[in-house]
């Protein structure tokens, strides 16, 4: 501990040790790191990586006490030290020292097999996707309303007012979509990625539109038909499993939107992802992309830095546990290959701030449900969602993270039926 992060009074955080020793800053700590076991730094440290520094959590040989949020930069600090030989070797003759293996400690390796995503193919062919997203969407329905809000929106919330509860924050999203895509009665809509049918719903009851969600996930389906049929619109909206590049029989659309879904694609497939919105949208018609994006360092990375990278396996925590396949492009990307496929870019509005809150209201949510949490999906899943959503939140809120709405036109003759101003969103 002492080779990573200095003497216990320069740390920025309190250590508890398997023997109830403890090692506390000069100052108030904003968390304890709890080591259960002797053999717990071992594990997370040899050979370092990302993913080992995670599962240890995820096991039980890391405990957290406090603000899991404030350990997110530990990390970078750990792969910051490790880069120099020196400091591997003292550390790596400590860590031998350690014992190996030990009977309480949980076997994280084996709950990563249980769940991990069979490789059927090449990334992104369609069984392979519709697999990921079932991973990551059929966790249960029953989990996700423990922190979602009660249309179960799993997307960025939109506070328009600092002090909006989660559910108006939600609301005030879909309405803010529906807005800019200027809906009409009438009018029909495609949702790409429909999640549990929030939106189409909105949609549906406060524009008059008819809708159609499509969607891989058969627990959302499910769902979002039965509230669908409660509310009694299933004469105006459906949601369907359907692939994003099936589209060929469904019809033509006024307008689109995508929310949440870009994210899924890939950036090698942003160009058929964008073609295939394209065609069954009408001439005149909108599209709105939302989506996650990667903001890009001041500089590209060099071959040495990849390496390291590769080595340290960066990102494979979201790989392997929450988002597999998933890999996040630059917005430049995204809107090269809406343009590509015919689009005009007509309207970008950042929400990264927005989507710092929403995580901030979705961990709160779900720690105040943990005990029923853990009785839906194990402690160990419990973590990974914890650890997830708040290592997301630190991302937004440190820049590294962001996520663009994205008003794309598919012009009639050089025109398009918008206003000239944005002044019509906010009346």
Known sequence: MATLFGPPPARPFAVRYWDGTAENPRTAAPFTLVLTRPGALRRMLLPPSELALVEAYLSGDVEVEGDLSATISLADTINAHVKSPRVLASLTRDLLALPKH?????????????????????????????AAIQYHYDVGNDFYKLFLDERMVYSCAYFAESDFTLDRAQEAKLEHICRKLRLRPGERLLDIGCGWGGLIMHAVQRHGVRALGITLSEQQRDLAQARIAAAGLQDSCRVEIRDYRDLADVGQFDKIASVGMVEHVGVDHLPEYFQSAFSVLKPGGLFLNHGIVQVLQKHRPTWRERIEDRLWRRDSFIDQYVFPD?????????????????FELRDAESLREHYEQTLGEWVRRLMAHEREAVALVGRQTFRVWRL????????????????????LAKQRDGRVTLPRTRADLYQ
Do not use: C, N, W
């Open 326 to 342: 998933g890999k996040l492009g630059p917005f430049d990307a995204v809107a090269a290959a809406a343009e590509e496929a015919g």
């Open 102 to 130: 030990e009977s309480a400690a949980e076997t994280v390796q084996q709950h990563r097999s249980e769940r991990v995503v069979p490789i059927a193919g090449s990334i992104h062919d369609r069984e392979r996707d519709r």
């Open 388 to 407: 997830y959503m708040t290592a997301s939140q630190h991302g937004f809120a440190t820049g590294r993270l962001g996520i663009i709405q994205t008003l």
